[in-house]
């Protein structure tokens, strides 16, 4: 960002402030969005996990759901558990309309990648349906996704993937199987992209990997990868 522009946005950011105080989306305590309080308390999705998906596991390098079949993902990463305020974030802005709080929970997930370091060249959000978009009015993962991108300095390449179907949600699939037959064959990657890359896909929320999984199995198909996926959250 140019001088000019950061000192504007600065004093954006402080307008904004006046209006619309930052409120704490875990406790309502003004100042942050996620105040250090609650951030303390939130879960993180610390090891011991499997190597490739990240799902809480003891036994070694990777668990047996991945061992059984490896994702199209590399290794997935997050980090917090989709519990307490890190869940309250999400709500905020999937559902809330709170778009500001992405900067917030992108700097979490900035963290874990600095320790990370997945050698990826670019940032990939999950794509929404078309008509998911226009009622939202923003794809949340492409705001996380321009945030990290802000802090880590890899560019955003938000036109690769795209979605083809509207898909159910996953959180009220009954089973693993229905989370997989809802995203098979929803995601596809444009005609004409550019050259192949390793690239990180961004997301608000892994449930159970099978939307990760699709966007990759697409990614890979086209030639791209290896793909790697950093979301704010995981469900435990
Ligand atoms: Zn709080
Ligand atoms: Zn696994």
């Known amino acids: 960002m140019s001088g000019v522009a950061s000192v504007l946005s600065a004093a954006w950011e402080r307008t904004l402030d006046l209006v619309f105080p930052r409120r704490c989306v875990g406790c309502g305590a003004f100042g942050a969005f996620l105040c250090p309080a609650c951030l303390s308390a939130t879960p993180r999705a610390q090891p011991p996990r499997c190597r490739a998906c990240w799902n809480r596991y003891e036994g070694g390098d990777a668990c047996f759901r991945c061992l059984q079949q490896r994702p199209a993902f590399e290794a997935a990463r997050c980090p917090f558990v989709y519990a307490g305020a890190a869940r309250e974030a999400v709500h905020a802005l999937k559902y809330d309309g709170l778009s500001a709080v992405a900067a917030t929970m992108a700097e979490a997930m900035a963290g874990v990648l600095s320790e990370w370091r997945p050698p990826v060249t670019a940032l990939v959000p999950v794509p929404l349906a078309g008509r998911r978009r226009r009622s939202r009015g923003y794809n949340q993962s492409e705001l996380l996704a321009r945030e990290l991108s802000r802090l880590s300095g890899l560019p955003v390449n938000?036109?690769?993937?795209?979605?083809?179907?509207?898909?159910?949600?996953?959180?009220?699939?009954?089973?693993?199987?229905?989370?997989?037959?809802?995203?098979?064959?929803a995601f596809a990657v444009r005609p004409k992209a550019e050259t192949a890359g390793a690239l990180l896909l961004v997301d608000d929320v892994m449930t159970s990997g099978a939307t990760l999984d699709?966007?990759?199995?697409?990614?890979?198909?086209?030639?791209?990868?290896?793909v790697c996926a950093l979301t704010f959250a995981r469900e435990d």
Do not use: F, I, Y
């Open 158 to 185: 938000g036109g690769l993937l795209m979605k083809r179907k509207a898909t159910p949600s996953q959180a009220l699939a009954a089973d693993e199987a229905a989370r997989h037959a809802n995203v098979e064959g």
């Open 214 to 226: 699709a966007c990759a199995r697409a990614l890979v198909a086209a030639g791209h990868g290896p």
